[in-house]
């Protein structure tokens, strides 16, 4: 998915340990039904699951006056969006009474924690159709050499993914000879106005080419396409936002389920963690003001991001401008306070919390971004988590790619990502003509980087590092929160954003999460959390 962050590196329980399935666990929501309707989804993947001191910002408004406030929260001796700090700074007393997320704030089973990710993994990887069915796949597969110049001849007739597969298992062998001589095949066989797979197949080649000549800026300059303008950029983030429902799914769902937690709220406090443009906002306020009795004093604080940053062309005041105007025009009490660093450098004292605010947290697309215990011994997304935690929020929505990339190693690693993105690419041939330069501009800006970067980079510089949603279940509830459901009334809306889509875009239900697939792969999963009060961190 879009990138939150310009990356530093390629150009791109029901119990506490619940038991592993590897099979499929997801129901497709019948959209010509009623909205609570379901039926099974027979398919040939495998789904993996789970069973079952604050910023000084004034003093507030009274709720009654539709008054609009946007206050900037304290900043960061660094603004470097690096996840990778020295040292973790102890958070302020945490005025909801529970621990808190600073360095030694609070203790978990972490080894317990690393136990159940490692068999997790494991069951993924060895059950993995998908590297089953590219293992010895090639008709050429097992020969020692080659004859380039015969097999650039033969390329008309060569198999695209068995030859990206060829190449990337010369990377993982180390036969950098081989591996070379297959990009120069490949660059033959591919193009950006062509085929998904040959579209996908530019990226892919790319990412080999940059994975072997270096680390860091040296892939970053691997890339061949331009840097685009903030204006540049935006249009292209805005072409993937209209044909492809990924982020519209994500702010349909989750403004569904903050809708139902905070009824009946008097104030609400809603932290996002990837606030991009404020989109997701501008819809939800316009359903609160159509609140019975009322609507809410709503605070909302965004915390940002340099691509977000460089595309908008401005700071988050801007988004701040944009929701108080809807808010006023709304007559919505409301106001704004801005995050600017990464979500990695997040403190109790960043994000403005009040007491007396019914406080909900978003994730939509970025928690993959935060370095884990693999990446570092800080391990941010379980600090963030912790942290989140110890707020007491109503509820936490979390919202991500259905893909398996964090630990696998490289060649499964790259066999989910060609895996994944085939369904992507295919997902957006059905909604523009292949030789659509916006299409192009939108998928060489928006998603080769991520691409890119998966297959490159290692590391600290890897931060396209998804989870699948069982492995989600097990950080969620090991960080003291137990799973909600996410309701009809969030199916039923997804669903009816899903109608201005092609008809091969469906929605499922896994244990209560929702996920929206594109045919039988399922691309995006939402949930829902809320601390789980019989867990005490």
């Known amino acids: ?278 989109s997701q906002y501008l819809f939800l306020i316009q359903e609160l003001a159509k609140r019975p009795g009322g609507p809410p004093l709503l605070r909302v604080t965004g915390v940002d991001d340099s691509q977000s940053r460089f595309a908008r062309g401005g700071g988050l005041s801007l988004i701040g401008e944009k929701l108080a105007d809807m808010a006023r025009s709304c007559g919505v009490p409301f106001q704004f306070h801005d995050a600017v660093m990464s979500g990695c450098k997040v403190h109790r004292e960043h994000l403005g919390v009040e007491p007396g605010f019914a406080v909900v947290v978003n994730f939509p697309y970025v928690l993959h971004h935060m370095p884990d215990e693999s990446v570092s011994v800080e391990n941010h997304r379980d600090r963030l988590l912790h942290l989140i935690k110890s707020l007491g929020p109503k509820l936490v929505t979390l919202v991500e790619q259905e893909s398996n990339t964090n630990t696998s190693p490289f060649l499964s690693r790259f066999v989910e990502t060609l895996d994944y993105y085939t369904a992507m690419f295919e997902s957006i041939d059905a909604a523009r003509p292949r030789d659509d330069k916006q299409r192009i501009s939108a998928e060489q800006h928006c998603v080769a980087r991520d691409i890119v970067n998966m297959i490159a980079c290692e590391e600290m510089e890897r931060v396209e590092r998804h989870e699948v949603l069982g492995k989600w279940r097990v950080r969620m509830m090991m960080a003291g929160f137990m799973g909600w459901p996410v309701s009809s009334s969030a199916a039923f809306a997804a669903s009816e954003m899903l109608k201005g889509y092609d008809k091969n875009y469906k929605l499922g239900e896994s244990e209560g999460a929702l996920c929206l697939f594109w045919k039988r792969r399922p691309m995006a999963t939402c949930s829902a959390w809320k601390p789980n009060p019989n867990q005490i961190m």
């Open 1 to 278: 998915m879009q990138t939150s962050q310009k990356h530093h590196s390629a150009a791109g329980l029901h119990m506490l340990y619940p038991q592993v399935h590897c099979s499929p666990q997801f129901q497709v929501i019948d959209k010509t039904k009623k909205k609570n309707a379901f039926s099974d989804i027979p398919s040939k993947e495998s789904f993996f699951t789970l069973e079952s001191s604050t910023a000084s910002v004034g003093p507030l408004p009274s709720y009654e006056s539709p008054s609009v406030s946007i206050t900037s929260g304290p900043s960061p001796s660094s603004h470097s969006q690096s996840c990778i700090s020295s040292d973790l700074h102890p958070s302020p007393e945490n005025v909801y009474g529970s621990p808190l997320s600073g360095a030694s704030s609070y203790v978990y089973d972490e080894a317990g924690f690393k136990s159940k990710i490692r068999e997790l993994e494991v069951s993924l990887l060895s059950s993995d159709p998908k590297v089953e069915e590219y293992s010895g796949f090639s008709p050429v597969a097992g020969k020692s050499s080659w004859n380039w110049d015969d097999l650039l001849a033969l390329t008309p007739q060569l198999d695209l993914k068995e030859v990206l597969l060829e190449a990337a298992q010369a990377v993982a062998n180390e036969d950098f000879a081989t591996a070379c001589g297959f990009i120069d095949v490949l660059e033959q066989m591919v193009s950006v106005s062509g085929t998904p797979i040959q579209r996908l197949g530019t990226y892919m080649a790319e990412g080999l080419r940059a994975r072997l000549q270096g680390t860091g800026g040296n892939i970053y300059r691997a890339l061949k396409c331009n840097e685009p303008t903030g204006r540049e950029l935006m249009s292209y983030m805005g072409v993937l936002y209209e044909i492809c429902p990924y982020w519209k799914f994500a702010y349909t769902a989750a403004n569904a389920a903050i809708l139902e937690a905070v009824a009946g709220e008097k104030r609400v406090h809603i932290i996002d963690f990837q606030i991009a443009q404020g």
